[in-house]
């Protein structure tokens, strides 16, 4: 299995290798393979699902690819939506827009851009259709579980197949994350602890098959987590908090006023600092994966005989990172929830709560 | 840099299947295996402590069950020894019975012996007595002819006693 990974990985390299030819050629010039470029063009999100390139023996490229609707607002044009297949890959505009940069951008009658007309692009890209079909199959997996229970099945007798799987991390959501951070409160929050951490995992799994796109390490992913994580916290204040954050306590009066900046700093920081964990994770495992099957075409640059020397090597560390990053999935999707409910609890949490953690340790 | 700039259209995707994941998990999943965990587990620590109570009641009414038992033991013990006893008792008194009741037999026989010895003897003295009378009656009616004949005719007549 490992093996057709690797095989996979390189396969998937090469295409970003033929793509960018292509690119070489529109300029009628010789240009070096950009590891840089391709790499950031393989966790970018895009308009269409790429999966390779063939250059046939007239010259003509075959790109094999899924296109994705496309959907458009524009205050100037309106809605429009059509499939992304009608941009030729990049190459044509169509109804006025044209693909740059991997980038929606408007273009005029003559073809160029055009900067007066805003667009706000809401496509289905690759991201969102991903995450789409991760949610379904968690979705299927975890309301199939939930009736197997309904049928007695796990409750009366031994839980069976997927229960086994699935349910041990859902006692561990609830025992090692809900538990001990919110304490006897924790059922409140249980549900919503347990949606991050299977919404993570799923998709970071989903993320990591061959050919799939980059879901959890992609800005926007996070920020919308940790945006729910903020308004979750802000909703469920007590005034101990606020006390906390304009009134320190314990502490002399001059440092209650230099406290008050930092801990109003700390509520915006604690989500943010969620967001910028969960994305640099999963973000940096595909970069070096990707940089180890680019280090192959690096050396090929050098030397064919270097680039299929170096290739078993490249490989290899390649699935080493893999299965790291597989490991990765499981620590962020168990970090998120862990700090998200640490947050809540100390949100939520009353003075007694807090002496109660103290005495523990 | 693109990579750090959230785009909004898919953050926009992102929210609302957030949101509706949760929704629907919440309702449709969460609720029913958080509850089913917890009743199982409930069932789970019901059924230890259950198990526990009757493996106590056990251990009580075993203890009890070798109390009982030692107490039989040592009842029947006691049951024993008090037969043993009133068996010797029995025993005893029979054999002091039966000495008593013999001494007392051999006693009357000795009395009855001695009472009729007397008798006999009481008797026999009569019976002699009368014999000596009647052969001296005979001896004086006889002619006492001669030493010889006297001598003949003592002896013939004691001859003739039959004493038995």
């Known amino acids: 299995m490992v093996a057709a990974l690797s095989l996979f990985l390189v396969f998937t390299a090469q295409s970003v290798f033929a793509q960018h030819e292509e690119h070489a050629e529109g300029a009628a010039t010789e240009e070096k393979f950009n590891p840089g470029e391709a790499i950031l063009h393989h966790i970018a999100d895009a308009h269409e699902w790429h999966f390779f390139s063939l250059k046939k023996s007239d010259g003509s490229e075959f790109h094999a690819t899924i296109p994705l609707p496309v959907i458009l607002y524009s205050p100037q044009r309106g809605l429009s939506t059509f499939m992304s297949s009608r941009f030729h890959h990049g190459q044509e505009a169509y109804n006025g827009y044209k693909v740059e940069h991997g980038k929606i951008v408007a273009v005029d009658a003559a073809g160029a851009p055009d900067e007066s007309v805003k667009v706000y692009d809401f496509s289905m890209t690759k991201n969102v259709v991903q995450l789409f079909i991760a949610l379904i199959v968690l979705v299927w997996l975890l309301t199939s579980m939930a009736k197997k229970y309904k049928t007695g099945q796990g409750v009366t007798s031994a839980p069976k197949g997927l229960q086994n799987a699935i349910e041990p991390v859902i006692t561990f959501v609830r025992d090692d994350v809900a538990k001990p951070n919110l304490g006897p409160k924790y059922q409140k929050f249980l549900p919503y602890l347990l949606t991050i951490f299977f919404f993570i995992l799923i998709n970071a799994i989903f993320g990591m098959l061959p050919g799939a796109a980059n879901v959890t390490g992609n800005i926007a992913f996070t920020a919308v987590l940790g945006v729910i994580a903020f308004i979750v916290i802000i909703f469920n204040t007590n005034g101990h908090y606020w006390q906390h954050i304009f009134w320190f306590p314990g502490v002399p009066l001059p440092v209650k006023i230099l406290m008050i900046p930092v801990e109003l700093m700390g509520v915006f920081t604690k989500p943010f600092a969620l967001i910028v964990r969960l994305f640099a994770n999963m973000t940096a495992g595909h970069i070096v994966i990707l940089s180890f099957i680019s280090l192959i075409f690096i050396f090929t640059e050098m030397s064919q005989v270097a680039g299929v020397a170096f290739t078993p090597v490249s490989i290899a560390f390649a699935v080493f990172i893999y299965l790291i990053e597989i490991l990765v999935a499981f620590i962020q999707a168990y970090i998120f929830a862990n700090l998200t409910a640490i947050f809540i609890g100390e949100a939520i949490g009353d003075h007694h709560y807090e002496e109660d953690i103290v005495a523990h340790h | ?164």
């Open chain 2, 1 to 164: 840099m693109d990579l750090l700039t959230p785009n909004l259209g898919y953050f926009v995707w992102i929210f609302v299947a957030f949101v509706i994941v949760f929704l629907v998990l919440k309702k449709f999943a969460w609720k029913p295996i958080i509850k089913m965990l917890n009743e199982r587990e409930q069932n789970i620590a019901g059924a230890i402590a259950s198990a526990e109570k009757v493996k106590a009641e056990m251990a009580q009414l075993q203890s009890e069950n070798e109390a009982l038992l030692a107490k039989a033991r040592e009842e029947r013990a006691q049951l024993l020894k008090e037969a043993r006893e009133t068996k010797d008792k029995i025993v005893n008194e029979a054999k002091e019975q039966a000495k008593t009741e013999a001494s007392r037999i051999i006693a009357d026989a000795q009395q009855a012996i001695n009472a009729q010895k007397m008798a006999a003897l009481t008797d026999v003295k009569n019976e002699v007595g009368k014999m000596v009378i009647e052969v001296s009656e005979k001896v004086l009616k006889q002619q006492l002819a001669g030493q010889d004949k006297q001598e003949e005719y003592i002896n013939s007549l004691v001859n003739s006693i039959k004493l038995n």
